[in-house]
């Protein structure tokens, strides 16, 4: 018995013992982070707690299929079947889910793979089918944007 009252009484000055020394924590420094650029903000007071590159411009690619995902998910059409056109494949650059003219896939499986493997070929296939074009789907993104205070 004497035992694990001596023990406890070591955990309890352990952990005083632990908690007096604060420890400096880097883990967000430059040569830890492998992005070009970001950027942490503390939620609470809007406070820039870390930035690397923050003042260099790209495109908002991540962003904007967020953005179709996000549409995709309100129109509540999830389960509808889109027959992918070689017309929702063009122009679709970079990294791809090798949809091909032909293909049937649900809407929320589209949505899946524009998320998951950052597939272009599916946001454009998501534009297409909400909004019959590109520049049609953007217009309605750019309305949601304002709407919820990206813009």
Do not use: Q
């Amino acid at each position: 018995m004497w035992v694990i009252i001596l023990f406890k009484r070591f955990l309890y000055f352990l952990t005083v013992f632990i908690l007096l020394f604060p420890v400096k924590v880097n883990a967000l420094n430059a040569e830890n982070i492998s992005a070009e650029c970001c950027v942490v903000i503390d939620y609470v007071t809007n406070r820039v707690l870390f930035e690397k590159n923050s003042d260099l411009r790209h495109s908002m690619a991540s962003t904007t299929k967020i953005m179709t995902c996000l549409l995709a998910c309100e129109s509540k059409r999830l389960d509808d079947v889109v027959t992918v056109s070689g017309e929702m494949l063009k122009n679709a650059d970079g990294t791809s889910l090798y949809l091909k003219a032909g293909d049937k896939l649900l809407l929320r499986d589209l949505v899946k793979g524009a998320m998951l493997e950052s597939g272009n070929d599916a946001a454009n296939a998501i534009a297409f089918f909400l909004d019959g074009s590109v520049d049609a789907f953007c217009n309605r993104m750019n309305k949601k944007a304002k709407i919820i205070g990206c813009i």
